[in-house]
């Protein structure tokens, strides 16, 4: 690990060599955001079309960067500091290794510790999950103590804010270096400890799903809703059009996870529902709470 010239215990700035399991549009920003500061960054998909999509997501996203001005280098180094493969076996090495694989229990636990079996021992490695229990995912590894949860917010190159979710057992020093690491990719860490939906999707999905029953119950249209949070309460962005944006069945699967553990408040509405049956999932089907030019 990089150490500092104060305090030898303590990463100061992002590590060298990072690993991102998973390759979607998650993935691929969590990939970016490092790789444009100056990481050597390693994606892990499933399968070679899926780590070509992967290798295209992250590339485009770096072009972008490129042409807006918001990184020094060029599209050629930046683009020799990224591997895409499909072998758990290249995390071997990397000091940082960012689990984002769909909100499964099942599957991340799998992803986990195949990650786990190919680090050091002083390699660490943190769940993109939004909702899962940090504590219950750790219980599942050898090393808790090298575990976290490093939430990233969608879309990741805009967002400024990473939420960072500490475990019972994560080390002080994982806890210390994670809050230089998401300053040094230029975004502000909220630090919370371990609980049903963290801070962020506990109150996002609370609204949201307030707003789905209104739309169901006539109250008022999605679109005024939307602007009712966006010009009373200045949110960037209101709570349906964020759902569409990150996703119907996300949305449910998170809602249905709060159900379970902090009761029928969460309970998630029947539109929300019959939209994720019909397959309208929001803005990567083209359709949810609203329509999404293809």
């Not at 104060?6 to 970016?32: D, E, K, Q, S």
């Amino acid at each position: 690990m990089s150490d500092s010239t104060t305090n030898p215990n303590l990463p100061t700035c992002l590590p060298r060599f990072v690993g991102v399991l998973g390759g979607g549009r998650m993935g691929a920003g969590i990939a970016h955001a490092f790789l444009i500061k100056g990481a050597n960054v390693l994606v892990v998909e499933r399968d070679e079309v899926s780590a070509e999509g992967a290798r295209e997501r992250v590339e485009s996203a770096a072009l972008k960067s490129i042409e807006r001005g918001a990184v020094d280098a060029n599209f050629d180094e930046l683009g020799s500091r990224l591997t895409v493969s499909t072998d758990y076996d290249d995390f071997s090495g990397r000091e940082l290794v960012v689990e984002a694989v769909p909100e499964d229990w099942d599957l991340k636990v799998t992803a986990l510790r195949g990650i786990e079996e190919r680090l050091a021992e002083d390699g660490f490695i943190a769940s993109n999950t939004s909702s899962l229990s940090v504590n219950g995912l750790a219980r599942e590894l050898k090393r808790p103590e090298n575990f976290l949860g490093l939430h990233f917010f969608n879309p990741v190159p805009a967002s400024t804010l990473i939420e960072v979710v500490l475990g019972e057992r994560t080390s002080p020093r994982l806890a210390a270096a994670s809050k230089t690491w998401v300053e040094a990719l230029g975004k502000t860490a909220v630090v919370v400890n371990d609980a049903p939906g963290f801070a962020s999707s506990r109150l996002g999905v609370a609204i949201a799903l307030e707003a789905m029953r209104m739309v169901e119950e006539g109250v008022a249209s999605a679109e005024d809703i939307d602007n009712a949070m966006v010009l009373g309460y200045k949110h960037p962005t209101g709570p349906l059009k964020t759902t569409d944006i990150v996703g119907l069945d996300v949305r449910l699967g998170i809602a249905e996870y709060l159900q379970s553990t902090l009761g029928d408040r969460f309970a998630p509405p029947q539109i929300l529902r019959d939209k994720v049956a019909r397959g309208e999932l929001g803005r990567k089907t083209g359709k949810g709470f609203f329509d999404w030019p293809s």
